[in-house]
């Protein structure tokens, strides 16, 4: 069975920093590209940033100089390091494994920035 658990969300401050973490299992993690998705409300899913499973990243514009993404693959996990966080940050953020026809998404992790 597979599955992403996403930790990490929480409540923080404008400028304030979180790390996301998404932990996998059952699938062959290091060769899956994992994205991280962000819903706020009212607004449609986006991307926010990915990760090739050689490592190569890209971001969405919003997010670019401000967040990281990377990933162990020893232990499975993607990881979303965001820094500088804004109150237009605020949703619920999924990780998400795809490759060819499977396609994986994890419960998703509240962040929510106060202004």
């Known amino acids: 069975q597979v599955q992403l658990v996403e930790s990490g969300g929480g409540l923080v401050q404008a400028g304030g920093s979180l790390r996301l973490s998404c932990a996998a299992s059952?699938?062959?993690?290091?060769?899956?590209?994992m994205t991280w998705y962000r819903q706020a409300p009212g607004k449609q899913r986006e991307l926010v940033a990915a990760?090739?499973?050689?490592?190569?990243?890209n971001y969405a514009d919003a997010v670019k100089g401000r967040f990281t993404i990377s990933r162990d693959n020893a232990k499975n996990t993607v990881y979303l390091q965001m820094n500088s966080l804004k109150p237009e940050d605020t949703a619920v953020y999924y990780c998400?494994?795809?490759?060819?026809?499977?396609?994986?998404w994890g419960q998703g992790t509240q962040v929510t920035v106060s202004s």
């Open positions: 990760i090739t499973s050689g490592g190569s990243t």
């Open positions: 998400n494994a795809r490759l060819n026809r499977y396609d994986y």
């Open positions: 059952g699938i062959i993690f290091s060769v899956f590209p």
